[in-house]
């Protein structure tokens, strides 16, 4: 059988502000998404008899739940409705997993953005970016951002308003305790600050500001104070990496990074993985400029 593999890679979220919350409970956001070089891995193979099916690590969710699942048979029913013959549409996707799931890492979202985008290509549907970027948000409010393939992105709405950045790659260590956050917890939570001011500044004043420092004073992760409170253990990394240097949750948790500014930083970080606690997570990773 001839499987191709196509890479589906992490996000960070370099601030997230919480500016509202819609009549629906989704929360209106401002935010910068970067992709980063961490990958799962996706084998798709298409099929000609209609049927998704999907193999390997699928999450501890019911394959038909997987988002990998839902976003095939999302696009069968967008093409459905759209009056295209879809009883030939199927495939065998086979999920390679190296992305931490539940970590504000976007994983599953990101497995469904490539599912989209490869299934649009290999079943000849020619939906034009935009639309299935629609599709997409339907699935999860980061699909849209994976599916636009920008490398980084100013994110309003939900997360489906995007004007891609141009970033300079850096070196991030990303540190996950282990724990797995519920983001509709974190978001549904009394606590959670929900008027943020909307940015002022323009795009490339924006753009200016990330590449000179990213993780700017003015800027924060209006999740965290939720997110800590409800997993001590993401405050006890975030406490043991900000001495170190700037660091910042990514999206609702649970993984915390740290972004050295000098080389000096890079050294104290790079020693404090050796004393990492052993049921910690670490990577260093790159964003993709
Ligand atoms: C935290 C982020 O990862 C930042 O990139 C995203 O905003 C979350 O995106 P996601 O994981 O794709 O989240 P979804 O699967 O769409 O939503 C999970 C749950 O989080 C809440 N949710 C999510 C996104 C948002 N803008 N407002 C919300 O209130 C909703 O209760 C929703 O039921
Ligand atoms: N293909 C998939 N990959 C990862 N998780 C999946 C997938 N399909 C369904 N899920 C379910 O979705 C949940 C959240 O997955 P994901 O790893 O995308 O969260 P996350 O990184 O916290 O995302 P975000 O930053 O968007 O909130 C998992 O608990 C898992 O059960």
New binding site residues.
Partial sequence: MNRTTYLSPAKI?WF?HVTGRRAD???T?E?V?QCIDWCDELHIHADANGVIRLSGNLCGVADTDNLAHRAARALQQHAHAQGIATDHLGAHIHLVKHIPTGA?L?GG?SNAATVLRVLNEVWNLHFDNPTLQTIGLTL????PFFVSQYSAAFARG??ETLQALNLVSRELLLVNPNVHVN??AV??HPSLPRQHAPLSDSLDALQTQLNHLPFQNSHSND?EVVTFAVSPEVKAVYDALKPLAPTRMS??GATVMACPSNEAEHQALNEWTQRCPTHWQFRWVKNIA
């Fill in positions: 979220n997230l409970g989704y929360h956001l935010t998404f504000g976007g979202s999860g409010a980061d699909v939900v997360g983001t509709r978001f549904t999740l999206g609702s």
